[in-house]
Every structure is written in structure tokens, then in C-alpha cells.
């Protein structure tokens, strides 16, 4: 009887280690880390949006940004102090737009 105790809690305790990294890891905006160049105006400051520990910042030229991810509508939110400005992951290109910005594509390494 012990010994199905024991598997059963091992069962639900790996379950559980399974479910939190398999939600964690979906939560984590991965698709928009990286360097991106404008799609409309080539000759614009590339941006590169990195972590920081646990926090994202969007770096353009020697400025440096907070970013907010929302996961419920998967985007991010910068203030660079003229205003909020969306971020949205466009899949289909591998793109990002920028409200007020255009889109910009990855920069290839």
C-alpha cells in the first residue's frame, strides 16, 4: 500500500514540475527577443529587444527601454515618453509592428 502511495505522489509531483514549466515557458516572449531593422526605412537605428534577468528592455541607439509583455493579447508595450506604442509579433513574416513605427524584420547573423 506504501509503495502505490509513493508512486502515485511521484506521478503528481512530475505532473505538476511538467505543467509549470510547460506554462512558464509559453509565457515567455521569445519570438520578439532579438535584433530588428526597419522594413520602410532601412537607414533607421536598428532596435534590439533583450532580457534582463527577469525583465525586457528594447534598445535603440543608447537608449534603453522598459518593455511590458501582455500575454493575454500577446504584445508588448514600450513608453519611450512620447506615448505608449504597441508590439506585435506577426508570425506569417516573422515581422514585428510597431504602432506608429511600421514593421520591422530580423536582422540575419
Request: hydrophobic share 35%; proline share 4%; glycine share 10%.
Amino acid at each position: 500500500m506504501q509503495s502505490k502511495l509513493n508512486q502515485l505522489l511521484t506521478v503528481v509531483a512530475v505532473t505538476g514540475m511538467a505543467l509549470l514549466t510547460s506554462c512558464s515557458s509559453g509565457s515567455k516572449p521569445d519570438q520578439f527577443l532579438g535584433e530588428w531593422q526597419s522594413v520602410d526605412s532601412p537607414t533607421r537605428p536598428h532596435m534590439t529587444i533583450q532580457e534582463r534577468g527577469e525583465n525586457l528592455t528594447l534598445l535603440e541607439g543608447k537608449k534603453e527601454y522598459p518593455l511590458t509583455y501582455d500575454k493575454d493579447n500577446h504584445k508588448l508595450t514600450v513608453n519611450t515618453g512620447l506615448g505608449a506604442m504597441d508590439i506585435i509579433y506577426l508570425g506569417e513574416k516573422d515581422h514585428l509592428l510597431i504602432s506608429g513605427a511600421g514593421e520591422y524584420s530580423k536582422v540575419a547573423k
